[in-house]
Antibody, heavy 123, light 107 residues
Framework: EVQLVESGGGLVQPGRSLRLSCTASGFTFGDYAMSWVRQAPGKGLEWVGFIRSKAYGGTTEYAASVKGRFTISRDDSKSIAYLQMNSLKTEDTAVYYC??????????????WGKGTTVTVSS | EIVMTQSPATLSVSPGERATLSCRASQSVSSNLAWYQQKPGQAPRLLIYGASTRATGIPARFSGSGSGTEFTLTISSLQSEDFAVYYCQQYNNWPYSFGQGTKLEIK
């Protein structure tokens, strides 16, 4: 069974950093691209960022709202994707989900989702 | 950035009836459009990708249509478990973007 488990969330002060992890199981992690999506309390879904598999360069894409502050990386030997969040703002408060990204005809859609981890940025 | 607009914001439908949800893109996204269902306290679940292809395990009462800028999700005969929030999302261009969601509620 494909499973994604996010961890690392918590309460953090504005301006500080936090690293989220997404631990995968049930599939060959290194073959897949991964995405992060967040959802602020009572709001809709916001795409955060994406990392390609190593076979496609392992390159990344980011939303404008987090570019320059957030970094996505991956450790295929551990089947973990990371979301490093720096210079956190109160508006980064959200549930953060990781997802697998399936490649079809040159485009990636988000497939399996984890249950999410909650990040609260507050003083 | 491509803006996705869903309508209506809330849709009230009786069980057993048909529900039609709309999604419009601010520019063409070809058929690179997905639909997700989210229930309270749960993660989103993929329903449709490629505008019209059902994801694994999704019942046949869910169908998607459209291409370019206009898309529709149809639920042919609503079951109690279908009342939830539905999001469309384009994956044709970076940055990816979601619609604001349509809440499907029991009439």
């Amino acid at each position: 069974e494909v499973q994604l488990v996010e961890s690392g969330g918590g309460l953090v002060q504005p301006g500080r950093s936090l690293r989220l992890s997404c631990t995968a199981s049930g599939f060959t992690f290194g073959d897949y691209a991964m995405s992060w999506v967040r959802q602020a309390p009572g709001k809709g879904l916001e795409w955060v960022g994406f990392i390609r598999s190593k076979a496609y360069g392992g390159t990344t894409e980011y939303a404008a709202s987090v570019k320059g502050r957030f970094t996505i990386s991956r450790d295929d030997s551990k089947s973990i994707a990371y979301l490093q969040m720096n210079s956190l703002k109160t508006e980064d408060t959200a549930v953060y989900y990781c997802t697998t990204s399936q490649l079809v005809n040159g485009y990636y859609y988000m497939d399996v989702w984890g249950k999410g981890t909650t990040v609260t940025v507050s003083s | 950035e491509i803006v996705m607009t869903q309508s209506p914001a809330t849709l009230s439908v009786s069980p057993g009836e048909r529900a039609t949800l709309s999604c419009r893109a601010s520019q063409s996204v070809s058929s690179n459009l997905a639909w997700y269902q989210q229930k309270p306290g749960q993660a989103p679940r993929l329903l449709i990708y490629g505008a019209s292809t059902r994801a694994t395990g999704i019942p046949a009462r869910f169908s998607g249509s459209g291409s370019g800028t206009e898309f529709t999700l149809t639920i042919s005969s609503l079951q109690s478990e279908d009342f939830a929030v539905y999001y469309c999302q384009q994956y044709n261009n970076w940055p990816y973007s979601f619609g604001q969601g349509t809440k499907l509620e029991i009439k």
